[in-house]
């Protein structure tokens, strides 16, 4: 991979990846070196990525962050959720449903698997890719994560 | 997908985006380097690992030689014929190999700044 291939790379998919860190992490600095991490191992087992299109690397990706916030977890590096500060215009229905909140309620499978499901858009086959975990535990975790937030948003217009 | 679902996708995308609007990404140039020096490293790890086997190797036989050197001088129907001199001799040159293959390894082991 040359340098100008993996700066294509890195403009398409280290955003995704930034936020998707950051809200399982709920720590900016944290989200920093781990997306740091990411693409440095990315580049390192070049062989390992070799012939995979655009999509696959992006999987491949979220599959290394994955990772290395299960390393963090494991080694009992993680701290408890911060709520990251955000900034600009947010649509209006977000006003309405605290997300950050309901974030900070969930473990962090659960961010990871309504992130990927929601804001990625990804079906239970790639989340499976993504995470390393089975099909049918997608599927049965995802739900769980998906009425536990619903539960939590119950006050509000979303359920 | 329900109408709550939607409403879900929507609320979960409109924090993302809010999320993304204040978070600069750090520069790709920085982490090539990092990533070019990491691979560097591992080339020269990988390339130093049969020397430093051969090393362990070397140590272990070093001690072995040593022992049986020992073992051949201390034996008592050959105590007589070695001497306490001959005794120091062997002594001397067992530590002296153990000691020469101990240095080996930790000096080469040393960073080279």
């Known amino acids: 991979m040359s340098e100008l291939e993996f700066q294509r790379v890195y403009d398409a998919t280290a955003g995704p990846i930034l936020g998707y860190l950051v809200a399982v992490t709920g720590r900016r600095e944290v989200a920093d070196d781990l997306l740091q991490e990411t693409f440095c191992r990315l580049l390192v087992h070049r062989k390992a990525r070799a012939g995979l299109d655009a999509q696959e690397t992006r999987r491949y990706l979220f599959r290394i962050a994955t990772n290395l916030l299960r390393d963090r977890w494991r080694s009992g590096e993680d701290r408890p959720f911060a709520e990251p500060a955000e900034a600009g215009a947010l649509p209006s229905l977000e006003s309405t449903i ?56 119950g006050q509000g217009e979303l359920v | 997908m329900s109408h709550q679902d939607e409403q879900f996708r ?22 090539w380097l990092r990533a070019e020096r990491r691979r560097r490293r591992l080339a020269i790890e990988r390339a130093e690992r049969p020397l430093r086997i051969m090393q362990a ?12 050197m020992l073992y051949r001088a201390g034996t008592l129907n050959q105590l007589s014929t070695v001497g306490s001199r001959g005794l120091i001799w062997v002594v001397a040159g067992a530590m002296l190999m153990i000691g020469g293959c101990w240095t080996l390894v930790v000096v080469s082991r040393r960073p080279l700044s």
């Open chain 1, 98 to 153: 605290d997300i950050r909140a309901m974030l900070k309620h969930l473990k962090s499978r659960e961010r990871e698997l309504l992130w990927l499901a929601y804001v990625e858009g990804m079906d239970h086959a790639e989340i499976a890719a993504a995470t390393g975990l089975g099909r049918l535990s997608v599927r049965t975790l995802l739900f769980r994560a998906r009425n536990k937030a619903k539960r939590f948003l």
């Open chain 2, 10 to 31: 929507q609320a979960m995308r409109g924090y993302a985006a809010g999320l993304l609007e204040c978070q600069p990404l750090p520069p790709a140039s920085v982490i």
């Open chain 2, 57 to 68: 190797v070397g140590l272990v036989c070093a001690v072995f030689a040593a022992v049986w």
